[in-house]
């Protein structure tokens, strides 16, 4: 049969008599020798494109005899042009690709990469436990256990360089891929390009990242390794230890000056010094308070906060790095902290302090619901109890707190609905008992978290240097992102 091709804005037609089961590619090469398939597409009548290397046939796509197929250029990305017309039809996406790119400005300075690697370490150091443990006693494979324990080691580094090299590499190729515009659309290989740009930088970042976050974070643990060296031998000791230590002194107070000059990061800096400390006795307090065998009460919590607090300033240096120490037993006994035979001392806890704070709690509005969580543990203590005086004192702490949930009803002329009656009651104990309770064991669990992390100063340190890398990395990747920025648009890459 015969169909006409005729290509757009040219006078380059021709009359092609053909089979109606060859592919488009075959015709188009048989019909314009010189020209590249590639390049180029046919529109069908039916205004359907189809590229000119394409294996389908005209009999597939229903072309009949005496039709005129158009073949125009494939559009292709490149230049501030290209780029401005992508802009313009994909605005949207242009703009969230942009704004993903700038977020490792503001997340590396945050120090949040190597406390991502340290929780991942903290799993990864628990599975290699069980799995060890496996080997070891259901196996009896106990010359496994040091090369698994050798391949987690070197597992857990992995794994921070590629959190890094993620977190700077997917943002980049993204912008790098969205530069591209219509040339993807038409052609995906033109990915490559801009993916190998993003890919190389990335690699560029990471090595340096890892160079720079190596200065603040291992020159420590190197002095660290010759003074274990000089222990080995009094003579050395005598006249290398001081030497190490005067050393280690002068690192610890300066490798953190030069991006302390920055106003935001002093801040950030002092903060977290702060508040290591209140962080540590206040866990530390929750975890007696709540999951220990002692006095429940707002004193005593004040006084235990107070005593950790005294405790760490008193002991604090270098040689003396504090953790939060839970007894083995305790941890793999974690329920201890919402137990039923201290349901009955949360809730007469709760009362004391509703009873104290009672104006404040109204203002805040959570006043009712206060006492409904200190009715919830109440009621959960009752039946659990194996003491009648213990009874009658729940009995009459609970007679108290429905006695001010009525004064309160009535103080407010609302509708006094009794703690036990109403599905809504029931949802919001039930609820807040399991609430509090959760509260107290993600608390335990916290701790023993920052006690496997080295202790809650090598945190704050891992989260000062990652911080001060970060404030390093965010000026190299501001420059890799502006110079991706312009070689995309202007097609270099």
């Known amino acids: 049969m015969y169909i006409s091709l005729q290509f757009s804005g040219s006078n380059k037609n021709t009359i092609a008599n053909i ?16 020209e590249s398939p590639n390049d180029n597409c046919f529109i069908l009548p039916n205004k359907k494109k189809i590229s000119c290397s394409s294996s389908s046939s005209p009999d597939a796509e229903n072309i009949i005899e005496g039709q005129t197929l158009i073949i125009e250029p494939i559009l292709k990305g490149g230049g501030l042009k290209d780029f401005l017309r992508f802009f313009k039809k994909h605005w949207g996406i242009v703009i969230i690709a942009f704004i993903i790119a700038l977020l490792p400005l503001f997340s590396l300075p945050s120090g949040l990469i190597p406390i991502s690697a340290s929780l991942l370490k903290v799993v990864m150091d628990e599975t290699f436990e069980k799995v060890g443990l496996y080997l070891a006693t259901n196996l009896g494979k106990y010359s496994l256990y040091k090369p698994f ?45 801009p993916s190998n740009a993003a890919f190389i930088t990335g690699i560029v970042l990471t090595v340096l990242y890892m160079v720079i976050y190596s200065y603040f974070r291992g020159f420590g643990n190197v002095l660290d390794w010759f003074k274990g060296f000089y222990k080995k031998d009094q003579a ?21 000056v030069s991006v302390s000059r920055n106003p935001q990061v002093g801040i950030y800096y002092v903060f977290l010094d702060k508040m290591a400390d209140v ?49 083995k037993e305790k941890r793999l006994n974690i329920g201890n902290c ?17 009873n104290k704070y009672t104006e404040q709690f109204k203002k805040m509005e959570i006043y009712t619901n206060l006492i409904l969580v200190a009715i919830a543990f109440l009621e959960k203590a009752y039946p659990s109890s194996d003491s009648v005086r213990e009874k009658e004192q729940i009995q009459e702490y609970l007679n108290r707190l429905e006695l001010r949930l009525k004064e309160f009803s009535v103080e407010n002329q609302q509708t006094y609905i009794p703690s036990n009656s109403g599905w809504w009651n029931h949802f919001l104990k039930v609820f807040f008992f399991y609430a509090i309770c959760n509260l107290f064991t993600l608390v ?34 501001f420059i890799c992102l502006v110079a991706l920025l312009i070689c995309g648009i202007f097609d270099i890459y």
């Open 338 to 354: 919402c137990s039923p035979e201290r349901y009955s001392k949360i809730g007469m806890l709760l009362y004391e302090v509703i």
């Open 19 to 34: 089979h109606p089961y060859p592919s488009f590619h075959s015709i188009f090469s048989s019909s314009f020798p010189n």
């Open 236 to 256: 050395s000791q005598m006249v290398g230890a001081p030497i190490t230590e005067g050393l280690h002194k002068t690192y610890d107070n300066m490798k953190y």
């Open 444 to 477: 335990q669990n916290t701790s023993v978290t920052i006690q496997e992390m080295g202790g809650i100063y090598d945190v704050v340190d891992t989260l000062k240097s990652g911080s001060a890398t970060g404030y390093y990395m965010a000026f190299f990747y």
């Open 149 to 193: 324990k050798f391949i987690f080691g070197i597992i857990k580094y992995v794994i921070f360089i590629l959190i890094a090299y993620v977190s700077m590499t997917f943002p980049l190729l993204l912008l790098t891929c969205t530069l591209k515009g219509s040339e993807i659309s038409a052609s995906p290989t033109s990915l490559c390009s």
């Open 279 to 327: 962080a540590m006795s206040f866990v530390n307090t929750v975890v007696d308070i709540g999951c220990g065998s002692g006095d429940m009460s707002v004193n005593s919590f004040f006084q235990k906060f107070k005593s950790h607090y005294e405790s760490i300033e008193d002991s604090k240096n270098r040689d003396n790095n504090i953790k939060i120490e839970i007894p």
